[in-house]
């Protein structure tokens, strides 16, 4: 095999080994940190949220204080409203499923029992031992824990039409 090829000059001149490594170091640095500024900023923000947060719940642990028995059904639902929005302004959503097909919360709700109850076509949650906790980024922080309503089994069911 015969080389046949000449020695043709360069149209500009190489950058020095030592100056690509400079370079890339300088690339390198400037990448990290606009990263660290980025994660600076966001600690930032969710500090502020937290901060909000704990003045919205103070504020209503401070409301609690003055709850009787007396004046309990006029003071609560406010409270309860103030700390729902309190939530949502930190960025998270409180899930309450009472009322609500099991077929919709399964993904994010665990059973902890369940009773047969007659005229049902499927399971429903019947009451919510421990809400779920959804962050508007939406990451499912706490998994809601529920206790079933379930249609009566196809047994029972046709006793009851005997």
């Given at each position: 095999m015969r080389i046949d090829e000449r020695e043709r000059p360069l149209g500009a001149r190489p950058e020095p080994?030592?100056?690509?490594?400079?370079r890339l170091l300088r690339e390198k640095a400037q990448a990290g940190g606009a990263a660290a500024e980025e994660t600076r900023r966001q600690v930032e923000e969710h500090k502020t949220a937290l901060a909000h947060l704990a003045?919205?719940?103070?504020?209503?642990?401070?409301?609690?204080?003055?709850?009787?028995?007396?004046n309990a059904a006029d003071v609560l639902p406010s409270l309860t409203h103030r700390l729902a929005r309190a939530l949502e302004a930190a960025g998270a959503r409180y899930l309450d499923p009472v009322g609500t097909p099991y077929e919709e919360v399964q993904t994010w709700a665990d059973v902890e029992g369940s009773e047969q109850v007659a005229g049902l076509e499927r399971a429903m949650v019947a009451?919510?031992?421990?809400p779920g906790v959804l962050m508007a980024d939406g990451k499912l922080t706490q998994r809601a824990r529920v206790y079933l309503a379930v249609p009566a089994a196809a047994d029972d069911r046709q006793e009851e039409q005997e």
């Open positions: 080994p030592q100056g690509v490594v400079w003045q919205d719940v103070a504020g209503v642990l401070h409301g609690l204080h003055g709850v009787t028995a007396a009451e919510t031992l421990r």
